[in-house]
DNA sequence: CTTTGTCTACCTGTCACTTGGTAGGTCCGA
DNA sequence: TCGGACCTACCAAGTGACAGGTAGACAAAG
């Protein structure tokens, strides 16, 4: 599980395959049917995990950083760390990519990690007072688009200091804290 | 080509296949090696066409537009023609997704793509006077990153209007001239 | 004006390999 | 002795790639 998850972050769900998975968990390929039925639910499976951690992964930041603006402020760490991790991608960034040959179980918690990041911003932008309540969502999914597309476009030249650079440019401009 | 394009634009390069070019174009498979001596050359080109039609469009743009920050506010609707073009992205973008499997000369060909894009925004952004040419490329490229994930989160969903409502928060938050 | 050679665009046929998926069996712990 | 975890052995479909052949255009040679 955790190998698939590795593996669609570098390569997206296409790029999954029993055969390698299987390689590299030290088992047959056909033994994994016996976990996950088919590929859509190994993938389904990956990516409804991906967003269970990283809602885990939110929640004890707020608890460990009250402050909702420096809260805030720390939100680019978690995209950070993927790139961190031998410069992988987010796989729900990736899987967007592929939506259209995504199997519906897939696409559903693909888009499911979306929404518990933008309710996640949301919250704490509206506690941070930096917008009104009213316009807090479309805010939270421009900040979230925006991160996401700066960890693309970093990892396409595995440099990480330009998801830095890019970060610190939306500070200035006024889109995240600073 | 152009077939090889639209495809790309919604599978990626992994969903590029001889076999689906050929039946689109009216042809047999191996025909294609008459003229792409492999996949790689077929990507590459497919890649390098992208860049060319869009610096050749930027270019227009900027005729048409002599005013710099009328010009840069314009430039999100390159983007956005492709999510009203049957829900497409950027080829480029999904490519950079799939960096690790790309063959170098795609590769190159799709980091030139962001290359462009970003010299056309520094170049604007400077003769806008709204950063210092020190610091055009670096914003250039947070530009280019943030409406790439816009892009990205649009069409995951198949909205546009989430495309456009995340471009009007990077304007209201100063990412964007208003 | 006709033959000859060459070029481009395309074809048929096939290979080696990978993919997701299945059938049916073994082994071991409760 | 039952069931979960794992296995061997397969299959059909699809993949990129190649060899070798054909039809038409066109130009120089006779």
């Known amino acids: 599980m955790a190998a698939a998850k590795r593996t669609a972050q570098a390569h997206g769900y296409g790029g999954l395959n029993f055969r390698d998975l299987a390689d590299e968990v030290g088992i047959k390929a056909a033994s994994i049917y016996h976990h996950f039925p088919s590929k859509a639910d190994l993938g389904a499976a990956v990516a409804r995990r991906y967003w269970e951690d990283t809602a885990a992964q939110l929640e004890a930041m707020l608890a460990e950083t009250a402050d909702p603006v420096r809260c805030l402020?720390?939100?680019?760490?978690?995209?950070?760390?993927?790139?961190?991790?031998?410069?992988?991608?987010?796989?729900?960034?990736?899987?967007?990519?592929?939506?259209?040959?995504?199997?519906?179980?897939?696409k559903k918690e693909v888009l499911a990690f979306a929404d518990v990041n933008v309710a996640w911003l949301s919250k704490l932008l509206v506690a941070a007072s930096l917008v009104s309540s009213r316009k807090s969502e479309q805010r939270a999914r421009a900040i979230f688009a925006a991160i996401a597309g700066a960890q693309l476009i970093a990892r396409s030249r595995s440099d990480i200091s330009l998801y830095d650079s890019t970060i610190d440019n939306y500070r200035a401009a006024g889109l995240l804290p600073v």
Chains 1, 2 share one sequence.
Do not use: I, Q, T
Not at 75 to 100: G, I, Q, T
């Open 73 to 106: 402020r720390r939100y680019p760490e978690v995209f950070r760390k993927a790139l961190e991790n031998d410069n992988r991608m987010c796989l729900c960034s990736f899987m967007s990519a592929e939506v259209e040959d995504l199997p519906g179980a897939v």
